[in-house]
């Protein structure tokens, strides 16, 4: 039972893909073994910067042979049959069987595949594997035209047994396949050869490499940890940050430096966003206060200077961008104290946010205006909702912003409340971005919710207004992303408005039918996401008043409770047959059954029964639909279930007597006329 | 590694000396900058022309670079809107080339036993030159020192072979090797020189001139005009037949097309600085310059150097 130990050892692989290829590398090669015949017992993959290994522990030493037989034509078939049968498998004549079929006598021909050396099927195997790996994006180097993430460099392959090592036959693209490999880039560089995986794995070691991406991570958490704590200090957690570093080092050594006395009083966004995304620091936080006064950076080697240089180096970096940060910070704070968060936001006049649509500075009056009407629906004061308007995007003007665009809405909180705004304005300034994704949170307080809304209402009626929609997998402006933003802020927050009104209050000129149409899409792929079928939905967006939101979900939401009980499944079919067959005769007869039935024609019990039925549903579902209270008039609804079915039972619709046939048809049109009230059932699929 | 650690050096021209000799002892070509306006290195002629094509190639050079947005009036210490890139481009990308990149560090006095050198992923994407390629920006001890890339196309064409490119930002790697926070008060020459220059001395004034030029006085409209004029003129040039009626001989213009792309595209970050340029506009004059671009590489690789005969 070999097992195969094998290793891609290339330039550095980008750490965000490190984990994911190390996932493909086990699957596709062990799936490839398994379909060539060679099982084996376990298999672990493992990624640094430099190298993807996968070590496959009991392998079979060789594939079994594979006996196949097949049938082939009749003995009496014409020649060509044979001849193309013979081709097929290879056989001569002689070599086939001849049995009896039910249609008489047919060759058989029995193939035997012998089975083959593991050497081999994993050669085949991995070549296939390498040629063909899922890199999110590849690269060819030099002359060649091997892709790989960056340029592969050796292969070490090898199957070991109680008999020894032995190094799999193989070559791809002039790289010949070895049992050596290289340790850490700068601190042992030197070629060694291994001859099992335990073996890879503490030459590796002992060569300053730690292969498993998970012990890299857990060095590096535990060692800043410890560094933190034994100053009082806690690092702030960052499963993303730690991830990516461990795939950044193949020997994690983990230095913790100061932030600087001078930079203490930014804000710690500033300091976490310029530590994270620039310099990938952790970031260290002391408890008691909740500021960021130190960071924790995780270097690469070990030096005779225990990192003294590095960590001045990378203080040094930090204090480049720090200083950055405090000069804008401070040019920022001086600006909004003398003119105001207004006054920032005037540079925007002349910043282009579309050529058809104006400038932000325009943009900013159409929310403003528009913030006003949508206040009053969320319950904000149009004041405070308009003040917000304007000065919400005014930290686009700000060097911080202009630095750090990932700091947008924060920075415009913290200047905000600098210029002396409250009253929910500060919050907006950060929260009028949102959602922006379904995952994002939903802002609640309604200065935040009013402009959020405005901001992203402007932003549709305008893109609409100059027929700028998204089209298949192009929405450069990410108006879906919008229109889903308004969808959860209204939902979410309960907002109570006619979309159609406010939209004609928005950037002017804009398709607003079409419009709605498009939030109803988004509103499905929103609601499917909930649960709701698209076909529930559609049942829902037919009826009137689809223009307000929560209305909608809401008559959706009882409709999918609704239907998933049997009076409302029977119902559904009962309202179906009733359609069917009034939409048939109408189109027949060219003419619309709704005159209304007359009770006194009505000859069985069933149907008079009916009759009763649909005028106390009808009483009941009125009052319920003027309450909004779907659950109630779809319960009316569900009552009909059982005289409609005993109606079809009993009654021919289409009888003889033609006063008798059009009564029961005018009785049709009543089911549908009631039902449709309640929701477009035509709609339900089933 | 290619070579011992050197002492430090003292200077900028001396890390540009350095780098110079390094390279050319590699057997690089050390080439002199292009006399046109150039945002980066990548847009010389030796890089973006003789990456395509079959022919191997291999060339270091300095490029002065011109960024209008970033000018500061020579005030930030790290910004400037006219900076030295300092460019190597080997066809086809030596096997080797992560060492031989790690010796130029060396040779500018950066000891790899003591200092914390990353590769970080960094695809490279030039949309003006319909160009990307594969890479890192390397690190050290957590600064930027230089981008490095593996082309697999410009000028909207796959490389075969490939050309290996580093690009070191010449001030920044400079500032960290001497020591030094403000770029003007970075020795240019040796600080022990009769005549002692920073290069503050040498460019603040410049930086100051260029930065009110570029944000507040550039003529649009006459920006505008000499965009369409480039423009025109590289499609004119290329439309020409490719044998010269005077001489008789095969005689694709390239070249020339190609500075008319250089120039078109560095009107356009001129015009962007002027804050003429509208987010939409702005992916328009790209393609429009890509264009060029395309063009101009068509008609290179139609030439001898760009590997017509091969």
Redesign the interface.
Known sequence: MPDLLLELFS??I???MQARAAADLKARVTDGLVEAGLTYAGAVAHST?RRLALSVQGLLAESPTVREERKGPRVDAPEKALEGFLRATGLTKDQLDIRDDKKGQVYFAAIEKPGRPAAEIVAEVVEQVVRHFPWP???????GSLRW???L?SILCILTDDAGAETVDLEIDGLRAGDVTAGHR?MAPSHFSVTNFDDYEAKLKRAKVILSAEERADHIWVEAHNMAFAQGLEVVEDKALLAEVAG??EWPVVLMGDIGAAFLDLPPEVLQTSMKEH?K?FSVRNPKTGQIEKFV?V???E???DGA??L???H???A?RL?DAKFFWENDLRTVREIGLEGMAAGLE??????KLGSQGDRIKRISTLAREIAPLVGAKPDLAAEAARVVKADLQSEMVDEFPELQGIMGRYYAEAAGHDDGVPEACEEHYKPLGPGDDVPTGPVSVTVALADKIDMLTGFWAIDEKPTGSKDPFALRRAALGVIRLMLENAVRANLSAVFVKGYAGADADDLLAFFHDRLKVHLRDEGIRHDVIDACIGMPGNDDLVLLVRRAEALATFLKTDDGENLTQGFKRANNILTDEERKDGVEYSFGPDAKLAEAAEEKALFGALDAAEARIAPALAAEDFAAAMSAMADLRQPIDAFFEAVVVNAENQILRRNRLNLLHRIREICLKVADLRRIEG | MGSETRAKPRSFQEVILRLQEYWGRQGCAVMQPYDMEVGAGTFHPATTLRSLGSLPWAAAYVQPSRRPTDGRYGENPNRLQHYYQYQVLIKPSPPDFQALYLGSLEAIGIDMGLHDIRFVEDDWESPTLGAWGLGWEVWCDGMEVSQFTYFQQVGGHDCHPVSGELTYGLERLAMYVLGIDHVMEMPYNDPDAPIPLSYGDVFRQTEEEYSRWNFDVAETGTLLRHFEDAEAECARILAAPAEDPKTGKRIVMAHPAYDQCIKASHIFNLLDARGVISVTERQAYIGRVRALAKMCADAFVQTDAGGRAA
């Open positions: 330039e550095e980008p750490a965000r910067p994006k590849s690269m060819r180097w030099g002359t993430v960056r340029p460099h700068f950044l080092v310099q620091f950076t270097a690469n080697r030096t005779a200077d240089t590095i001045a180096g990378n040094k970096v930090l480049a200083s002349t910043v282009t946010f579309h050529s």
